[in-house]
């Protein structure tokens, strides 16, 4: 059969795929929400009602503010447009309000911010090498839309469960996208704006910090690729450090005018939170709970160990808490932070060393995002997205980073699926079978247009299609085993774990492309 | 390989779309004494499940037929007794005999929307890509193309999945008999087509053309010969699917004749309240295909070369028709899932004909029109005038739908928007009437010529 080339406008398909993706949002917006709809319609209102120096003092709703201070500007702009579609949402004491209006709205708000996050992949497909000539279905920059624009993640996160992670993300991947432009200073800048919207972005900014100053302010390298000292640019230096410092200032400083700084770090950084959150991201300290309780278990069956002397506290219990190990050593924030920074060590040096251009700093953010994700204190599942959306943008161009993409974004992004566990079974099937099956259709699209062979070799193959039954083990066989009562949280760590296994996977195979990858600063000829 | 991602990518898109929609209102949802659609099939499970079937279509004091009484044939009545079983299994409350009634919950309506769309997978679907597959015309995109667009179509979707109804399953069948008769499978196909019958007697619109076909064909192949034989086979294929269909209510001669009354109920007015609006469109719909289908012959000949062209227009007349069940989906409280998918539709339908086909005359087979209005108007530009004709009504229904849901009609005329809508539909339905069947007479002539060029 002849394929017909398509007769449109090159750009119309982005068009196409941008309103598809708007639609199926708006279809959405009478789904579940969870309590972070909740969270925000209190910030709308305390943004609204309350004058800035009470913002991070505001108590009344348990939802208090911990975003830094530019999303609180973001807020308080929103709430003025809120205000047309019902006032009743503004009213601080108004908690848990959500009439249909105040659904619409916040709804069509991230459905709206979400603009933000379309132009930043419109401007990531840019940056992508072309291969000229390609039936449309093939090109790298449709695939990238497609795994960007339809990512299922952010469909969970944002549309179902209620976040702006779309207009966050937006503003990522538009400073990563400069960066590859060479346009660094807006791309310094986009991540200054970034780190005050939302400051889980630290775990990043290493990654930038050891690319501008080894890549932008060393303007030159040795043939060899190795660092040229003399090179030292400190015009580059003092005008990035003056971006930084400036956006800052702006965000943070009437706060610190007012004195309130430590009030607002310590809402920001809240380390009462236990090691894992109530559904355990499936990172180290999932697999490392689990092998504390086998230990345990055998512990008591072969004798070695008390059972009246073990710990009684759950670690799967629905409240935050702290909660002590019983065989293998407890773990404390300090040694989560030296865990973290030791596993993004070796890339950061790697970067320092021989620099692969903006590849091989989006190689190295993508490893700080996910080690941090394996190792962080109270990790939450959603952080996933901020290692597996980069990795998209590697992914169509290159086999290998194709492999460890479609690893883990299908084991990443099926962890996601305990955000829509409610009370309400009936949602969570529904949402389960909804956009699952529309990730499918991502990976199938992905998988096809790589020929020249299988992109998985069996045994992943084979780990991956384990999701099936574990899906059906958790979802339909357990809730009607005896072991429901008893042990209700199961089949959640059962899922946490089996995908912890492919996100260690992933993040180690990712390890060794980096510090393998041939150096390509010879071929690059702008840095 | 590429053929059947591109599909599977299609199917899932559908998927995706139905199950967003089943997220919003059915049918007299939260509106007692009577509620709705949705109700009744949770009723007709009660009723099947827990009475025996000489009861099912009489009234007795266990079966009160004027509170949802059965009124489908008997294949819809096994259906909702193998939802019964399944629904006995998750939840016995749920086809409690009497003590159901009104019952509405939320893994409830998970379990009546995974029964459509369990039907859904294993009926409609299917027999979609099928037919995409072998029987358009076109290049594999097309195809593809096509089968996004009636998967996509709004109008079922939100029937089904919205308002609560089973029409998958009989399209499906129809569907199914449709296939098998254009691949001279006439057997099967008979036997799915009477399936569909004894689902829906609605089915009995196209019955006219599948019966004068397949008697067309046997007729053909020589009374005396061959085709005297075909046609025993076939007639003993539709009578035996209709007594095994009908087995149980054969005992008593009175059995068939109550079901006959509950299916056609002259007594009634044909739009009652009750299933006035259902009934309504429904009903137009397959007025017109019948009304199409004069010319049977041809008329499956033109469902087995759909040209892509004529299948967007095609698609644009069933867009008219979704447009005129706009009242029924706002008393459903199904406002916001009708705008979206609609939009979606329409955009996707006129993305897809900017970027797979041309509209140029010859497309748009306006070459009928060319030869009616050469001796009148011989300088008209006819392509224009079918695009602005396009766009006008488009803001013709948009603005309808605006002022259906937002406005007051003015006391006088209190139906006054339903009624515009009716009228602008049933325009465009006699537009598409003419244009549909002009086609099918010029259709020979072109046919010849088209194998010339080909």
Redesign the interface.
């Given at each position: 059969?002849?394929?017909?080339a398509?007769?449109?406008n090159d750009q119309?398909?982005f068009f196409?795929l941008a309103?598809?993706v708007s639609?199926?949002k708006?279809?959405?917006?009478?789904?579940y929400h969870s309590t972070d709809f909740e969270v925000h319609r209190n910030w709308l209102a305390l943004t609204h009602s309350l004058p800035a120096a009470q913002w991070y003092y505001e108590a009344t709703s348990e939802w208090t503010l911990d975003y830094p201070p530019l999303f609180a500007w973001f807020e308080y702009g929103l709430s003025h447009i809120a205000r047309f579609f019902d006032k009743e949402m503004l009213v601080v004491q108004n908690l848990n309000y959500a009439s249909p209006a105040t659904i619409l709205f916040q709804r069509l708000s991230v459905i709206v911010a979400d603009v933000v996050f379309f132009y930043a992949v419109k401007e990531c497909c840019k940056c992508l090498r072309e291969d000229k000539g390609k039936d449309l279905?093939g090109k790298p920059s449709f695939i990238l839309t497609v795994l960007l624009l339809w990512n299922f993640g952010l469909l969970i996160v944002d549309h179902i469960h209620f976040q702006y992670n779309g207009f966050l993300f937006g503003v990522l991947l538009l400073s990563i996208a400069r960066h590859f432009q060479n346009r660094h200073f807006e791309g310094a800048l986009l991540f200054s704006i970034l780190l005050n919207l939302k400051h889980i972005y630290l775990y990043i900014a290493p990654a930038y910090g050891i690319y501008l100053l080894r890549c932008f302010c060393f303007t030159q390298s040795n043939a060899d690729g190795s660092l040229q000292w003399r090179s030292f640019s400190v015009v580059r230096l003092v005008t990035l450090g003056t971006i930084v410092l400036s956006t800052f200032s702006v965000s943070f400083g009437p706060f610190i005018a007012l004195g309130q700084l430590p009030q607002v770090l310590s809402r920001l950084f809240p380390f009462k939170r236990g090691l894992c959150h109530a559904y355990w991201a499936p990172n180290i300290w999932a697999l490392y709970n689990i092998a504390d309780k086998a230990f345990s278990i055998l512990g008591v069956k072969f004798k070695l160990l008390d059972i009246n002397k073990l710990p009684k506290a759950s670690m799967t219990g629905g409240l935050v808490q702290e909660f002590q190990h019983s065989v293998l050593p407890s773990v404390s924030p300090l040694a989560t932070l030296i865990c973290t920074v030791l596993s993004i060590l070796p890339a950061l040096f790697r970067i320092w060393h021989r620099p692969n251009g903006a590849r091989g700093f989006l190689r190295c953010l993508v490893i700080c995002a996910l080690g941090s994700f394996m190792f962080g204190w109270h990790v939450h599942e959603k952080a996933i997205l901020m290692a597996i959306l980069p990795l998209s943008l590697l992914a169509v161009e290159s086999r290998e980073d194709a492999r460890i993409f479609l690893i883990l974004s299908i084991t990443g992004h099926y962890s996601l699926f305990p955000l829509l566990f409610t009370t309400?079974?009936?949602?969570q099937?529904?949402s389960h079978?909804?956009?699952y099956?529309?990730h499918?259709?991502n990976v199938?699209?992905h998988?096809?247009f790589r020929k020249g062979g299988a992109l998985l070799n069996p045994l992943e193959a084979t780990y991956l299609l384990g999701l099936i039954p574990l899906e059906l083990i958790c979802e339909f066989v357990y809730p009607l085993t005896v072991w429901q009562k008893t042990f209700p949280f199961l089949p959640l760590m059962l899922t946490s774990v089996y995908c912890a296994l492919g996100v260690t996977y992933a993040f180690i195979r990712l390890y060794i492309s980096l510090l393998t990858c041939s150096d390509s600063t010879k071929k690059i000829k702008t840095q | 390989?590429?053929?059947w991602?591109?599909f599977?990518?299609c199917v899932?898109?559908g998927?995706?779309?139905r199950?967003?929609?089943?997220?919003?209102s059915y049918s007299g949802a939260g509106k007692p004494p009577m509620f709705g659609d949705y109700e009744a099939q949770r009723h007709w499970q009660e009723v099947t499940y827990n009475l025996p079937v000489h009861e099912w279509y009489f009234n007795t004091t266990n079966n009160d037929l004027n509170y949802w009484g059965l009124d489908y044939p008997p294949l819809t009545a096994y259906h909702s007794l193998v939802c019964a079983y399944v629904a006995k299994l998750l939840n016995p409350e749920w086809v409690e005999l009497h003590a159901s009634r009104g019952y509405e919950s939320?893994?409830h309506?998970?379990f009546m929307?995974a029964t459509v769309?369990f039907t859904d997978i294993l009926i409609y679907i299917p027999a979609v890509l099928l037919y995409c597959f072998y029987f358009c015309d076109g290049?594999?995109?097309?195809k593809v193309a096509t089968a996004l667009c009636i998967l996509l179509y709004p109008g079922l979707i939100l029937i089904d999945y919205g308002h609560f109804q089973y029409n998958s399953v009989s399209l499906g069948l129809a569907l199914w008999g449709i296939l098998g008769l254009g691949l001279g499978w006439d057997l099967f196909g008979s036997l799915a087509f009477t399936l569909a019958l004894n689902y829906k007697q609605m089915e009995l619109y196209h019955s006219l053309p599948f019966f004068c076909y397949l008697l067309g064909k046997c007729i053909k192949q020589g009374l005396t010969g061959r085709g005297f034989f075909q046609l025993a086979k076939i007639s003993l294929t539709v009578l035996v699917t209709f007594a095994l269909c009908w087995m149980p209510f054969l005992s008593d001669p009175k059995q068939p004749l109550q079901v006959l009354h509950r299916l056609f109920p002259f007594g009634r007015g044909l739009f009652e309240d009750k299933v006035a609006n259902t009934w309504c469109s429904l009903n137009v719909l397959i007025k017109i295909k019948t009304l199409l289908s004069r010319e049977t012959q041809l008329f499956l000949s033109y469902c087995t070369h759909l040209g892509f062209c004529l299948f967007l227009r095609l698609m644009f007349f069933l867009f008219v028709f979704f447009h005129s069940m706009l009242p029924l989906l706002v008393k459903d409280g199904l406002l916001?899932?009708y705008v979206?998918?609609s939009?979606?539709f329409l955009?996707?339908s006129l993305?897809l004909l900017?970027?797979?086909e041309?509209s140029t005359e010859e497309e748009l087979r306006l070459g009928i029109y060319r030869k009616l209005t050469r001796h009148w108007l011989p300088k008209l530009n006819l392509s224009r005038i079918i695009k602005w004709k396009f766009w006008f009504s488009l803001v013709a229904m948009a603005v309808l739908s605006f002022t259906s849901v937002w406005l007051e009609p003015p006391a006088k005329f209190p139906d006054l928007f339903p009624v515009l809508v009716s009228i602008l539909s049933f325009l465009h339905f006699l537009g598409f009437i003419i244009y549909f069947n002009l086609v099918q007479l010029m259709e020979p002539q072109r046919k010849k010529s088209q194998k010339k060029t080909n």
């Open positions: 059969t002849v394929m017909a398509p007769v449109t119309s398909w196409a309103l598809g639609f199926l708006c279809l959405l917006i009478n789904a279905l309400q079974v009936a949602h099937n529904i079978v909804a956009i099956n529309l499918i259709g199938i699209l998988l096809f | 390989m590429e053929n991602s591109l599977s990518l899932l898109l998927l995706t779309s199950w967003a929609v089943s997220f919003h939320h893994s309506k998970l929307r769309l290049s594999s995109k097309q916001l899932p979206v998918t939009l979606a955009f996707l993305y900017s970027a797979l041309r």
